[in-house]
């Protein structure tokens, strides 16, 4: 059986190479990344402008780096196209980039899903392939290996960009108050706590009262949101596979996938206590947790933390998968395929 499964898998693998979609789904998916991060630097910018004020536009000086030993940010006295901002900003600009980037990346996967057996059965390759000594679960396991693969390889693709463009365009710091830490160091003989030695170990008896979160801590929340990311973002390519097991049209089953998917996301925010029973909800709190723990709002740090391989947040999403493997398995076992 594995045998069999493994030459499906590589027979699927070089079909799904030579297909359009992958690469289309890369070249947008950077691309929006791209766009979502210089948004985001803009917006951060301006609402940086407004805490600061005037010390923004200081010279020399400008917005300080995030540790003591860093020389400041000088604002940029000439218009340059992208906006000058601390590291302290870094993690803030990566969940913005995150955020879109993977929710255009679930949208490609739920297509991707949609046209796995559909357009098999519709082109009528599905036949040929099972004249051989290959049986329909063979068929279908290859067929989900090749959705992993292509959901972990989307997922890498956008947080390697994400994490890319942010430290070449922005950096990554500590989490501060800029303007509390701007006005201590303005005002300082001594300089900042964080000048000692002590106060670069995340110690909270030494953390100063501007520093939210040290870079070591950003870096853990960073990681482990992005694995939380991961289950609910295979939920929408295996929610396409689902449907395209029941399909035998691509372009209906590419339909039916999305305004099944979206038409719920959109009953849910009305009907907001049935949202922890579907795993799009759990995708969004992710990124709300990253971007709340960036912006230093430790409001939700206590759940985030708490946050285990038992909990819904893992649970639920890997529930769903299961349970469209196991439905679409055997409702393809049960289908005519073959005439």
């Known amino acids: 059986m594995f045998a069999r499964v493994g030459r499906l898998y590589v027979a699927e693998l070089m079909k799904a190479l030579r297909q359009r979609l992958p690469l289309a789904a890369v070249i947008v998916v950077l691309l929006v990344a791209f766009l979502s991060l210089y948004g985001s630097m803009r917006s951060i910018e301006g609402q940086i402008k407004q805490e600061l004020g005037e010390s923004y536009e200081r010279e020399p000086g400008g917005i ?86 292509a959901t972990l390889f989307l997922a890498v693709v956008i947080a390697s960009a994400g994490l890319l463009l942010v430290h070449v365009l922005v950096g990554f710091g500590n989490v501060t108050d800029l303007q509390w830490e701007t006005e201590f160091r303005a005002h300082s003989n001594t300089g900042p706590e964080a000048a000692s030695p002590e106060a670069t170990e995340p110690t909270s008896a030494r953390r100063p009262a501007w520093l939210f979160f040290y870079g070591s801590e950003m870096k853990a929340f960073a990681l482990k949101s992005f694995l939380l990311l991961l289950l609910p973002f295979a939920c929408a390519g295996f929610l396409g596979f689902f449907i395209s097991s029941i399909v035998s049209s691509p372009g209906t089953a590419v339909g039916i996938a999305v305004i099944v998917h979206y038409v719920l996301s959109a009953l849910l925010e009305i009907f907001k206590g049935w949202q922890r029973y579907y795993f799009e909800s759990y995708f969004e709190q992710a990124l709300s947790w990253l971007l709340n723990v960036s912006q230093g709002i430790k409001t939700h740090l206590t759940p985030f933390k708490a946050v285990s391989w038992t909990s819904s947040e893992v649970y639920v999403p890997l529930a769903y998968i299961v349970a469209f493997v196991v439905v679409s398995v055997l409702v393809f076992q049960r289908r005519d395929v073959v005439t």
């Open 64 to 149: 300080p780096g995030p540790n003591a030993d860093d020389p400041p940010r000088t604002a940029r006295t000439k218009k340059s196209f992208f906006p000058s901002l601390p590291a302290s900003k870094g993690y803030e600009c990566l969940a913005h980039t995150w955020k879109y980037s993977l929710e255009l990346g679930a949208f490609f996967l739920l297509v991707f899903g949609s046209l796995l057996v559909s357009s098999e059965v519709a082109q009528g390759t599905v036949r040929t392939t099972l004249q051989r000594p290959i049986r329909r679960i063979d068929f279908m396991l290859a067929k989900v290996l090749i959705l992993l693969t």
